[in-house]
């Protein structure tokens, strides 16, 4: 573990065996989406909130405010804003937490 998202890092978390942290909430070959709960919701919160799109509780739970605040991302970075959190929201919030 040294702390930078290199290439095996990369490889390793978008791969077919990678698994999120947490219950009910896959997101690396799954989707969180209204109703979803656990430690992948609570991140999930954190970064929307760290890059204000959300300001609600960080509780883990997938509510209104969270599926308002995917759409209002997933919109500004030019994805169908469906509300659910899949692969492509996925790395699209990725990408832009590192600029």
Do not use: C
């Not at 040294?2 to 942290?21: C, N």
């Not at 709960?37 to 970064?47: P, S, T």
């Not at 883990?60 to 599926?67: A, D, I, K, L, Q």
């Amino acid at each position: 573990v040294d702390g930078v998202l290199g290439s095996a890092t990369m490889t390793a978390l978008f791969s077919a065996d990678a698994k999120a942290k947490g219950e009910n909430a896959p997101i690396v070959g799954g989707t969180l989406s209204s109703g979803s709960w656990g430690d992948a919701v609570e991140v999930l919160q954190k970064d929307l909130r760290d890059k204000y799109y959300y300001t609600g509780p960080v509780d883990g739970f997938f509510g209104p405010e969270v599926r308002a605040a995917v759409e209002n991302f997933q919109a500004s970075v030019g994805l169908k804003a469906d509300g659910k959190y899949g692969t492509a929201s996925y790395n699209a919030l990725q990408m832009k937490k590192l600029l």
